[in-house]
């Protein structure tokens, strides 16, 4: 909620601010991503019991801008995207989201950063009754141009999941820092690493009474428990749990986009995750995808 509030504050300071008066401008516009990748770990389950399935992707998204300001706009993004998973009917989901950002360039330096404000919310329907949920986000960064090829971006942000079990009702706050590389006018190279501190959820057939919730996983196509049992931990004779532990998360990306056409592009992503809990529990996790991005 701090989050939130700051970055309302921020908005009503953007908007309150003097700036350059122009006419007001607005543009709408669509794009859509298809995709398909690995994940090592699909269920985050502990160091040496991963188990990696591949995945598709899709999406389709609106946005629509206003520049209120010659130095401030603001964008309204609606989406939907879906994933589906080889083995695991469970997994396969769908997400309708909206976001609203501010941002604001206070000047027309080369060197002047622009300042952004951000909050999200979404509906995720999965074929798993437990991870079904409303998410929340918000968040402010900052962004720099570092040279005419490098851009740099500061950012902090929190998020609230709020779901059909308490195992996948997950709270955090992060902190993330992204450099995007134009390497002439044909490929962008680039990389980022967040810092992410608050809930995450494995699925495993060990027991773990030391976890805040645990409660069958119901992705394997085991029926939930009464809720009145949902608080035990232990799944007991191999029976797959899903458990929601505290932890501090390292995430690193690196990834390189191809243009292929004035409105499609090739991108080409690698990702790795490494959580670690209070009891000493490790988890760890690439993913790696293939995607193709067009805007109309």
Do not use: C
């Amino acid at each position: 909620m701090r989050i939130i509030t700051v970055g309302a504050a921020l908005a009503a300071t953007l908007l309150a601010a003097p700036a350059v008066r122009a006419e007001h401008h607005t543009s709408l516009g669509f794009g859509g991503d298809v995709g398909a990748g690995y994940d090592s770990n699909v269920f985050n389950a502990a160091s040496g019991y991963e188990d990696g399935l591949t995945f598709a992707t899709a999406g389709a998204h609106a946005n629509y801008s206003y520049k209120p300001a010659a130095s401030t706009s603001l964008l309204t993004r609606l989406s939907l995207t879906g994933e589906t998973y080889e083995h695991v009917e469970g997994l396969t989901n769908g997400k309708a989201g909206a976001m609203l950002r501010l941002s604001h360039r206070p000047g027309a330096g080369f060197f002047v950063p622009t300042l952004a404000g951000w909050v999200s919310a979404a509906w995720w329907e999965f074929d798993s009754t437990i991870r079904d949920s409303v998410e929340y986000r918000a968040g402010v960064y900052l962004m720099e141009q570092i040279t005419t090829a490098i851009r740099a971006r500061v950012s902090v942000a929190g998020s609230r999941r709020v779901s059909e079990s308490e195992v996948f009702d997950l709270d955090g706050v992060s902190a993330g820092l992204d450099l995007d590389w134009l390497v002439g006018a044909s490929l962008t190279l680039y990389t980022g690493y967040q810092y992410r501190d608050g809930d995450i959820a494995s699925t495993s057939g060990l027991l773990y009474g030391y976890a805040d919730v645990g409660e069958p996983d119901d992705a394997f196509g085991i029926p939930r428990v009464p809720p009145k049992l949902s608080h035990i931990p232990g799944g007991g004779m191999g029976t797959p749990y899903a458990y929601r532990f505290p932890a501090t998360t390292h995430v690193g990306t690196l990834g390189l986009n191809v243009p292929l056409s004035a409105d499609l592009s090739l991108d080409v992503q690698g990702q790795y995750a490494d959580s670690s809990t209070d009891a000493n529990l490790g988890y760890e996790r690439w993913i790696g995808s293939v995607s193709l991005l067009a805007r109309f």
